[in-house]
């Protein structure tokens, strides 16, 4: 079992690791896929039936109505109904001809809406897509069908919306706040009243939803630490059982409307890192477990049980304790993972629904994973999901010793011992408290591919 203590951190530290590094969502990462031909995802669509091994499903739904200025997801702006409903024509069809190429064999343990907006659809968009998503494929009794919600979509409706998601299955939401300061929320043009926050979470907790989740931000543009402390001690009181609190991700270069935010509107670094570790000190206080660096969990949640008893799994979605071997992924930008190989759709609208309407698979990128990098895959989700590794255990899965292996990575692994982020015996490698906040440092040491991505900063 993990060891618990809490995890308090010095903004000195935090200013110490403050380096750009991948958040390890997959290994490797998307900036590593190439341009692949759609016959090798019909290749091993037609190998699926093999096996009877559980099945993650994600779909992309990426319509909004206005641009949040900080966000970094995949988004279709959009105020024209018309135009969704051609989307989720397209979606069903995509699905539809996958499911062509297998049976029914491999349930579906684990499915996720999320975007954009997945709740820009109408009633009867959810209706007809999750009908066909039945008709498709077979779900575990106990599957996690989760939706990623934006409160602004579901508040005015006073809770239809919210009612037939419950309805059709969804056992899990996530609801996108950020930070429930008027004046940040303006500086970044998203306006969503503490109301609406509170009487949508209050109305998803009647309706039985569990393993609620509250998407905050910090480093946002007026953000202070006092301001902030308000927005945590607010949140606090509702008790979601998890926190996702994200590091504003800044990367203009992808994505050029966060070129709108002035950067003298954004805190400073040591504000930041005030901000950070101040909220964190307080979700901690009130009862929540640190599940690495951005995820906070109350005890007796799942993921807070699947960390402790080390069974915690992290996908694109980021941390579940579905463990699901397969992923498919439908829709724009999706991205897929079916034996050892990654699947990325088309990003551009146009292109999605121009392949879907000429009967070809809208993947175009995508990456086959050597037997080499499939060793450093386990080595990077072992370290993120499980805050340990067990060189014995390497050795039992592929018959290589570890300290032979990874030769070329001591002198990096000392490095983390000299900076406090890891122990390492003979049996294994220990991040240390500190470490276990930086995990995704301390994974680094084992990606190949490090230096040839341009990713967010660590904090
Ligand atoms: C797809 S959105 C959630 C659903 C819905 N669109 C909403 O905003 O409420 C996913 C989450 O990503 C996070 N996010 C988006 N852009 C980010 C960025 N640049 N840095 C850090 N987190 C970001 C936000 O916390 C957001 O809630
Ligand atoms: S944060 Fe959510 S609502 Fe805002 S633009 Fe991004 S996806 Fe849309």
């Known amino acids: 079992m993990i060891r618990t203590e809490v995890i308090r951190v010095d903004p000195a530290s935090l200013a110490k690791f403050d380096r750009p590094v991948p958040r390890y969502t997959s290994y490797p990462t998307a900036p590593q896929f190439h341009p692949i031909a759609q016959d090798l995802l019909i290749e091993k669509l037609h190998a699926f039936d093999r096996t009877e091994k559980l099945l993650s499903i994600y779909l992309h739904i990426?319509?909004?109505?206005?641009?949040?200025?900080?966000?970094?997801?995949?988004?279709?702006?959009?105020?024209?109904?018309?135009?969704?409903?051609?989307?989720?024509r397209h979606l069903i069809q995509e699905i539809e001809k996958t499911a062509r190429y297998f049976s029914k064999k491999r349930a579906v343990s684990q499915l996720h809406l999320g975007g954009g907006t997945p709740t820009s659809l109408t009633e009867e968009q959810f209706e007809i897509l999750m009908a066909r998503l039945h008709e498709c494929f077979d779900f575990t009794e106990e599957a996690e069908?989760?939706?990623?919600?934006?409160?602004?979509?579901?508040?005015?409706?006073?809770?239809?919306?919210?009612t037939v998601l419950r309805r059709l299955g969804f056992n899990r939401v996530s609801f996108g706040v950020q930070d429930l300061d008027p004046a940040v929320q303006e500086a970044v043009k998203r306006?969503?009243?503490?109301?609406?926050?509170?009487?949508?979470?209050?109305?998803?907790?009647?309706?039985?939803?569990?393993?609620?989740?509250?998407?905050?931000?910090?480093?946002?543009?007026?953000?202070?630490?006092?301001s902030f402390s308000k927005t945590a001690e607010k949140l606090l009181a509702l008790k979601p059982d998890r926190i996702a609190f994200y590091s504003y991700a800044k990367v203009p270069w992808l994505k050029p409307h966060?070129?709108?935010?002035?950067?003298?509107?954004?805190?400073?670094?040591?504000?930041?890192?005030?901000?950070?570790?101040?909220?964190r000190e307080k979700f901690m206080d009130g009862g929540y477990l640190a599940i690495g660096m951005d995820h906070f969990a109350l005890?007796?949640?799942?993921?807070?049980?699947?960390?402790?008893?080390?069974?915690?799994?992290?996908?694109?979605?980021?941390?579940?304790?579905?463990?699901?071997?397969?992923?498919?992924?439908?829709?724009?930008?999706?991205?897929?993972?079916?034996?050892?190989?990654?699947?990325?759709?088309?990003?551009?609208?146009?292109?999605?629904?121009?392949?879907i309407g000429n009967g070809e698979m809208p993947v175009s990128r995508g990456f086959s994973?050597?037997?080499?990098?499939?060793?450093?895959?386990?080595?990077?989700?072992?370290?993120?999901?499980?805050?340990?590794?067990?060189?014995?255990?390497?050795?039992?899965?592929?018959?290589?010793?570890?300290?032979?292996?990874?030769?070329?990575?001591?002198?990096?692994?000392?490095?983390?011992?000299?900076?406090?982020?890891?122990?390492?015996t003979q049996e294994k490698i220990l991040p240390t408290p500190l470490g276990r906040l930086f995990i995704r440092i301390v994974a680094s040491v084992f990606d190949a591919y490090l230096g040839t991505g341009q990713f967010s900063r660590a904090v």
Not at 71 to 80: D, E, F, H, I
Not at 258 to 279: C, H, V, W
Not at 370 to 381: A, G, K, M, W
Request: with cysteine.
């Open 62 to 88: 990426p319509f909004c109505k206005s641009m949040c200025l900080f966000c970094g997801c995949s988004v279709v702006l959009n105020r024209q109904p018309e135009r969704q409903e051609r989307y989720v």
């Open 145 to 162: 069908i989760s939706i990623e919600i934006d409160p602004r979509t579901v508040f005015e409706d006073e809770g239809t919306k919210l």
């Open 191 to 226: 306006r969503q009243t503490e109301e609406m926050t509170v009487i949508t979470y209050r109305r998803a907790r009647d309706l039985g939803f569990s393993g609620i989740n509250i998407d905050l931000i910090y480093g946002l543009p007026l953000q202070t630490p006092a």
């Open 299 to 355: 005890e007796g949640d799942s993921i807070a049980n699947a960390y402790r008893e080390k069974k915690l799994t992290r996908n694109f979605q980021g941390y579940t304790v579905q463990l699901a071997d397969d992923m498919l992924g439908f829709g724009l930008t999706s991205i897929g993972f079916l034996e050892s190989s990654f699947f990325q759709n088309v990003k551009a609208l146009e292109d999605y629904q121009a392949k």
């Open 258 to 279: 966060q070129k709108a935010i002035s950067d003298s509107d954004l805190p400073s670094t040591e504000d930041k890192f005030r901000i950070y570790t101040e909220a």
């Open 369 to 424: 994973l050597s037997e080499e990098d499939i060793r450093r895959r386990f080595v990077i989700q072992t370290l993120m999901c499980h805050f340990e590794l067990d060189k014995f255990e390497f050795f039992r899965c592929f018959g290589l010793d570890f300290d032979v292996h990874f030769s070329q990575e001591k002198e990096r692994l000392k490095l983390l011992k000299r900076e406090g982020l890891i122990e390492e």
